[in-house]
């Protein structure tokens, strides 16, 4: 079973930000939270990830809270283009460790 | 750079034919994975390499092997398919094992009838 949990569909308005819910109840000191995002028949794409500490990169901002049991990936000026399903993981980096992807969020992005 | 290439991009098999799925990567990365996503779910690890000359099972290795020929190549081989693999293949490849970022490939479209 997937360690997170995530809405199934979220709809945003076309230029307005984007805030998409993790649930990672479950997160040991070690397991870094990462978000994918999938197009349309197309494979999977890295966004960003962290650890503790809020992230930002060119793509979006990641916000982890205090105890870690959440997070949320923004993005902040969402395009037609941003229309995917969205994937949150939590990993570590030990040779054991098994990504599990689970269903993610479909994120439509509305004109 | 090319990244991640997967051939080929369709196959359409009878069931049990067999058939290799080829996966290179151009970024010099250790580890590399295969993945199945059936519609409407999320991917499924089926196999993993650490490194040249290594691997392991995932989540759904049944009716599956494979190969790591090299740095560059990891292929995945049906031996006797059954409809049950129809699915979709994504072949990724990361710089370390664990939940170091990974880059995908485009994927195989499979069908076994």
């Known amino acids: 079973d997937a360690k997170t949990t995530q809405p199934t569909s979220m709809d945003c308005a076309e230029g307005r930000a984007a805030n998409l819910p993790c649930n990672h109840s479950?997160?040991?000191?070690?397991?870094?939270v990462y978000w994918y995002r999938q197009i349309h028949s197309q494979g999977p794409q890295y966004i960003i990830h962290?650890?503790?500490n809020n992230e930002t990169n060119e793509m979006a901002s990641l916000i982890i809270t205090e105890d870690r049991k959440s997070s949320t990936l923004i993005l902040p000026h969402a395009t037609l283009r941003d229309t995917a399903v969205y994937y949150c993981?939590?990993?570590?980096?030990?040779?054991?460790?098994?990504?599990?992807f689970g269903k993610g969020t479909r994120l439509h992005i509305l004109p | 750079n090319a990244g991640v290439t997967q051939t080929p991009k369709f196959q359409v098999l009878k069931t049990g034919q067999s058939m290799t799925l080829q996966c290179a990567q151009d970024?010099?990365?250790?580890?590399m994975y295969w993945y199945r996503q059936d519609p409407g779910m999320g991917l499924r690890l089926i196999y993993y390499?650490?490194?040249?000359?290594?691997?392991d099972k995932g989540e759904v290795p049944n009716g599956y092997n494979v190969s790591r020929l090299n740095k560059r190549e990891f292929s995945l081989r049906l031996e006797s398919a059954a409809p049950s693999q129809t699915s979709v293949y994504f072949c990724?490849?990361?710089?370390?094992?664990?939940?170091?970022?990974?880059?995908f490939g485009p994927g195989t479209r499979l069908l076994v009838l």
């Open positions: 990724a490849s990361s710089d370390n094992r664990g939940s170091e970022t990974q880059y």
């Open positions: 479950t997160i040991s000191g070690n397991e870094y």
């Open positions: 962290g650890l503790k």
């Open positions: 993981i939590v990993g570590g980096m030990n040779r054991d460790d098994k990504i599990i």
């Open positions: 970024m010099n990365h250790n580890s």
């Open positions: 390499s650490a490194s040249e000359g290594t691997t």
